[in-house]
């Protein structure tokens, strides 16, 4: 895969074999663990999960089960609430385009081997491998005035396709279609340094809301780039600035920029501590220049925006994976397909469960009631493989008091509580997405 056309294509989505860290004795004797087998893998967990499948019939794609959908909505739910309090306009775009635009874009030339490509009639034409040059014909369908600027727009629902080597596909980490939390910002360059700091700001957020650990590589100017030095200059500066701001430890990575922008990668370390891209801010001098994307400034004189690429996640898909592994499966309560599980301790019991249900229900969580002629200390152990955050046995006792005992995964026996006061806890914690 030639790396040189975007943001995407260099590093958001760049499948990396996971690199292991050996950080201390305790952490060797985790990786020999692992070794010998005992580390999380999303496939066997999406299936003991029920999340996703995947079969031969289409390779290098997801068959998502509904549990799978209700993480993949909740994420793409978080990255539609941050776009919308950022100013982003959601767009859409077609996945089936003529060459035209990719012999427009670039990728036609550098990325032809890599496109699922059909020939229409007499036309060719290719599946996107990105939303980029679509983003940028919006971006050009009107006269643009200093004021629009900055410009955002996301397209976090573009469902993209690329041709990876045949035989190399498999599980979430590599596939032909795939989802990125996609966005473009057109801004002029005075504007790059505030724009870079809020994105700084909310992959900071992001990452921690999942416990990983981020840390920043800046890449610079290579020795042969486009665009002026000046604005080389002027955009690594405003780069430098925004991390300085955002109070972040950055690696410096001279000359490793791509020819056309300089870029900050965000990057996590994961529960077993392994490392991986996932977020990507990539400024962009060519493709004003290639779609003669321009905006009319305060003194009627055209001028090229500058293009920001970015994504939060990365792919979807590949986001979740990551997840699964981190976590083991044990998704927080916001994230999780079911959340909480009814107990009834007797039949006699199903009433007082149903009431129950019917205010979890009242109050927006997935819930379960496990009626089934099983033991209580059965579907608890079930619950527990299933990683339900919230497991609620009710018996006369929890009737009569109008409460519930409460067993919170990885805490264990929470003993009974009043079931507003429960309520009350569970809305908490999904308000603040714990
Ligand atoms: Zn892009």
Not at 280 to 291: A, L
Request: hydrophobic share 35%; aromatic share 10%; with cysteine.
């Amino acid at each position: 895969m030639n790396g040189n056309l975007c943001a995407e294509l260099s590093t958001t989505h760049r499948l990396r074999k996971p690199q292991f860290v050996l950080k201390s004795k305790n952490m060797k004797e985790k990786t020999l663990r692992q070794a010998q087998g005992e580390k999380p893998d999303h496939r066997k967990l999406g299936e003991q999960l029920d999340l996703f499948s995947f079969h031969d019939v289409s390779p290098g794609a997801v068959f998502w089960h509904p549990k799978g959908m209700v993480i993949y909505k909740e994420l793409e739910k978080l990255i539609r609430e941050e776009n919308e309090k950022m100013g982003y306009g959601e767009v859409s775009t077609p996945i089936l385009v003529k060459k035209e635009l990719w012999e427009k874009s670039g990728h036609w030339e550098k990325f032809k081997d890599n496109m699922f490509q059909f020939q229409i009639g007499n036309e060719a034409q290719g599946l996107k491998p990105m939303n980029c040059p679509e983003a940028h014909l919006i971006f050009a369908s009107r006269i643009r005035s200093y004021q629009d600027l900055p410009l955002r727009l996301a397209e976090p629902t573009g469902r993209l396709h690329r041709k990876e080597v045949s035989g190399s596909v498999g599980g979430l980490f590599r596939l032909y279609q795939f989802t990125q939390d996609d966005a473009h910002i057109y801004c002029s360059p005075e504007q790059i340094e505030k724009e870079i700091s809020s994105l700084l700001k909310l992959a900071l957020k992001i990452h921690k809301m999942f416990g990983f650990k981020s840390f920043f590589r800046l890449a610079t100017k290579p020795d042969e780039a486009l665009g002026s030095p000046r604005l080389w200059e002027k955009a690594e500066e405003a780069l430098k600035t925004a991390l300085k701001k955002s109070k972040v430890k950055y690696e410096l990575r001279e000359k490793d920029g791509t020819f056309y922008g300089p870029k900050i990668d965000v990057n996590v370390t994961d529960s077993l501590e392994r490392e991986w891209t996932i977020a990507t801010v990539q400024i962009d001098f060519q493709v004003p220049e290639r779609f003669a994307l321009e905006y009319v400034d305060k003194d009627g004189s055209r001028k090229r925006p500058v293009v920001i690429h970015r994504a939060m996640l990365g792919s979807f898909e590949r986001f979740i994976g990551i997840l699964l592994e981190h976590l083991n499966g044990a998704l927080p309560l916001w994230l999780s397909p079911e959340q909480i599980w009814i107990i009834p301790i007797a039949s006699r019991n199903n009433k007082y469960a149903e009431k129950v249900a019917a205010e979890c229900n009242e109050a927006g969580f997935r819930y379960i009631v496990k009626d089934e002629n099983e033991t209580v200390a059965k579907k608890i152990r079930e619950g527990e493989v299933q990683k339900i955050p919230y497991l609620l046995v009710v018996g006369d006792k929890e009737e009569k008091a109008k409460k519930v005992s409460v067993r919170q995964r990885g805490k264990g026996n929470l003993g009974q509580m009043k079931f507003d006061k429960f309520l009350q806890k569970v809305k908490r914690e999904y308000d603040e997405r714990g």
